[in-house]
C-alpha cells in the first residue's frame, strides 16, 4: 500500500563528507533526534542552533558520508520512517529504503522519482508523490521530479498507471510505467492512412486517443477511468518511458 511522503528541504551550500553544521533551506520540520536523508547518506540531527542551520552526525545508519552539492534534496525522516535491515538503511542497490509494506511491488526508497524493476516480470516502476487523490488503474502524469497527476487532455510528458488506490496528496506510490496493463489496450482503430509517411518527418499515430492524449498508441481518458477501448480484437501494449508516445507491434499471422 502507498505510504506519507517525507518532509523535504535543500542543501544551501555544498558540502563535503567532514561537514557537520550547515544551512539548510528551512528547519521547520527539522528536530534533534530526525534523520536527514541525502542522496544515500544518512544524517542524524544532534542540534539546531538557529533556525536554518543543523548540526549532524555524517554517515550513520550504515551509510557513508559522501560530497554534496548546492541544492540538493533533503528529506526529513526518524528512525521509523526508515527501513532498517541489519543495522543498514540501504538496500540492495545503494538506495536508502523506507519502512512501509509494498505487497507484491518493489520495497519503497529514495529518492523519490527513482525507477525499480520487478526482477520475475521485467516490469518498471517509478516511485512517485501523488498531489491529489488517484484511482487504481488510471493514467497519471509524471513530472520530472517525480509528482504525480492524474492525466488530462492537454498534457504532455512521462506517463504512467497507477496500480494501488493513493487516498490524497503527499502519498508515495509505485507507477507502472514499462509493461504491459488491462487499461492499456489498442483496439481496431487502424485506418490505411494512419502509416508512416516518407518525406513528411513525422509519423501519424495508429491509434486515435480519447479526451486528446495518445499514450502509446493506446486509447486514453482525460477521466479517472483512464480505460480505452476493449474491442474483440484488442492486443496489450507495451508502455514504456519517458515520452506520451512508444511503440506497438501489430504481428498477422502467417
Not at 137 to 146: A, D, P
Amino acid at each position: 500500500m502507498s505510504i506519507a511522503a517525507l518532509n523535504t528541504t535543500t542543501v544551501t551550500n555544498a558540502l563535503d563528507a567532514s561537514t557537520q553544521t550547515f544551512l539548510v533551506g528551512a528547519t521547520t520540520n527539522i528536530a534533534v533526534g530526525a534523520k536527514l536523508v541525502i542522496g544515500n547518506e544518512v544524517l542524524w540531527v544532534q542540534a539546531v542552533p538557529v533556525s536554518g542551520t543543523v548540526q549532524c552526525m555524517r554517515g550513520v545508519d550504515g551509510t557513508k558520508a559522501r560530497s554534496h552539492a548546492a541544492a540538493a534534496t533533503i528529506y526529513i525522516g526518524s528512525g521509523t520512517t526508515l527501513a532498517s535491515v541489519y543495522g543498514s538503511v540501504l538496500q540492495f542497490d545503494n538506495r536508502v529504503g523506507l519502512a512501509g509494506d509494498p505487497g507484491t511491488l518493489p520495497d519503497f526508497c529514495l529518492p523519490v522519482g527513482t525507477y525499480r524493476v520487478d526482477p520475475n516480470t521485467g516490469f518498471e516502476y517509478l516511485l512517485g508523490d501523488a498531489s491529489g487523490a488517484l484511482t487504481i488503474n488510471e493514467w497519471c502524469l509524471i513530472s520530472g521530479t517525480g509528482s504525480l497527476s492524474q492525466l488530462a487532455a492537454t498534457d504532455h510528458g512521462r506517463v504512467g498507471i497507477i496500480i494501488e488506490t493513493v487516498a490524497g496528496s503527499d502519498t508515495l506510490t509505485w507507477v507502472l510505467v514499462a509493461g504491459t496493463h488491462a487499461t492499456a489496450r489498442s483496439s481496431s482503430d487502424f485506418a490505411s492512412s494512419m502509416i508512416p509517411q516518407a518525406g513528411t518527418g513525422i509519423i501519424n499515430p495508429y491509434l486515435n486517443s480519447v479526451g486528446g492524449n495518445i499514450v502509446w498508441r493506446a486509447n486514453a481518458t482525460g477521466a479517472a477511468s483512464g480505460t480505452s477501448s476493449l474491442a474483440d480484437d484488442t492486443c496489450p501494449v507495451y508502455i514504456d518511458h519517458p515520452y506520451v508516445q512508444g511503440v506497438e507491434f501489430w504481428l498477422n499471422s502467417v
